[in-house]
T-cell receptor
Framework: AQKVTQAQTEISVVEKEDVTLDCVYE???????LFWYKQPPSGELVFLIR??????QNEISGRYSWNFQKSTSSFNFTITASQVVDSAVYFC???????????FGAGTILRVKS | DTEVTQTPKHLVMGMTNKKSLKCEQH?????MYWYKQKAKKPPELMFV???????INESVPSRFSPECPNSSLLNLHLHALQPEDSALYLC??????????????FGPGTRLTVT
């Protein structure tokens, strides 16, 4: 069975602080895909990144970076110099190689205060 | 352009009403999805259409009836809903389906309230 755990229910930081959102997954598949989505108060899920299981390169995009470690089944997301606009719910998700279904974690609420 | 549009943004309906939610994408995606999201929970998959055919129904009650008139449009027909069906309904599309590396792109959602 596939499972995604986001143990941090809610995180509050002050603007300009760095923050890391944790994601741990479980799967017996050798090929799978991991995702991060952002859901601001408006409701839309915004796609941030997809990582394939066979590509363990970390990725940086502006203030965002992702650390994928197969050895610990983790796909953590770091926001550097956080801003108020980063306030949202962040979901980590897993999809098998075959199939359309995304398995979501419970989400982490990030509150960035000015 | 990775845009999925949904109408209406908000909908209030009585338990005896019939209404429809609409979703549209012009990215040439061949898979489209309906999700239901309750407050403070992750989205739950309801239906998947692949090449305009229903490929997944996650045991959704028959009071929800999906329809895919063409590859760009997806509807969700609602009839005799219950108050517990109040939720955010999200539509998504993806360039791939079933196998391989692709992501789903979501619309802004319709916030449904059943009275």
């Amino acid at each position: 069975a596939q499972k995604v755990t986001q143990a941090q229910t809610e995180i509050s930081v002050v603007e300009k602080e760095d923050v890391t959102l944790d994601c741990v997954y479980e799967t017996r598949d050798t090929t799978y895909y991991l995702f991060w989505y952002k859901q601001p108060p408006s409701g839309e899920l915004v796609f941030l990144i997809r990582r394939n299981s066979f590509d363990e390169q970390n990725e940086i995009s502006g203030r965002y970076s992702w650390n994928f470690q197969k050895s610990t089944s983790s796909f953590n997301f770091t926001i550097t110099a956080s801003q108020v606009v980063d306030s949202a719910v962040y979901f980590c998700a897993l999809r098998r190689e075959y199939g359309n279904k995304l398995v979501f974690g419970a989400g982490t609420i990030l509150r960035v205060k000015s | 352009d990775t845009e999925v549009t949904q109408t209406p943004k908000h909908l209030v309906m009585g338990m005896t009403n019939k209404k429809s939610l609409k979703c549209e994408q012009h990215m040439g995606h061949r898979a489209m999805y309906w999700y239901k999201q309750k407050a403070k929970k992750p989205p739950e998959l309801m239906f998947v259409y692949s090449y305009e055919k229903l490929s997944i129904n996650e045991s959704v009650p028959s009071r929800f009836s999906p329809e895919c008139p063409n590859s760009s449009l997806l509807n969700l027909h609602l009839h005799a809903l219950q108050p517990e069906d109040s939720a955010l309904y999200l539509c998504a599309s993806s360039p791939g389906q079933g196998i391989g590396a692709y992501e789903q792109y979501f619309g802004p959602g319709t916030r449904l309230t059943v009275t």
